[in-house]
């Protein structure tokens, strides 16, 4: 069954810069789309970046953060730049995929379990 899986979470100071990893496993066909999404203790899961041919990023991260994505490779990495303490959250890749399993093809949208990114002195 196809599953994603984060790294790269962990404790940084406000300022500081954090990469996260997100890596596809599976049969995989193909991936349309993968993104990351975040959300606060207490606050909505939101949409912080995605990579579907073009990348698109929330407002809040324009201009601090990079979404990458490698299809060969079928991970999507996320470079965090400038951290605020508010951006303290569990942050989730999401990926829309078409598995290939008994040569057959399903589109899924998945999620990995998550990664807790804490920005904190």
């Known amino acids: 069954q196809v599953q994603l899986v984060e790294s790269g979470g962990g404790l940084v100071q406000p300022g500081g810069s954090l990469r996260l990893s997100c890596l596809a496993s599976?049969?995989?066909?193909?991936?349309?789309?993968m993104g990351w999404y975040r959300q606060a203790p207490g606050k909505q899961r939101e949409l912080v970046a995605v990579s579907s041919g073009t990348t698109n990023y929330a407002d809040f991260v324009k201009g601090r953060f990079t979404i990458s994505r490698d299809n060969a490779k079928k991970t999507v990495t996320l470079q965090m730049n400038s951290l605020k303490a508010e951006e303290t959250a569990v942050y989730y890749c999401?990926?829309?995929?078409?598995?290939?399993?008994?040569?057959?093809?399903?589109?899924?949208?998945?999620w990995g379990p998550g990664t807790l990114v804490t920005v904190s002195s």
């Open positions: 599976g049969s995989i066909f193909s991936i349309n789309f």
């Open positions: 999401k990926a829309g995929m078409v598995s290939s399993e008994r040569n057959t093809h399903k589109y899924l949208d998945i």
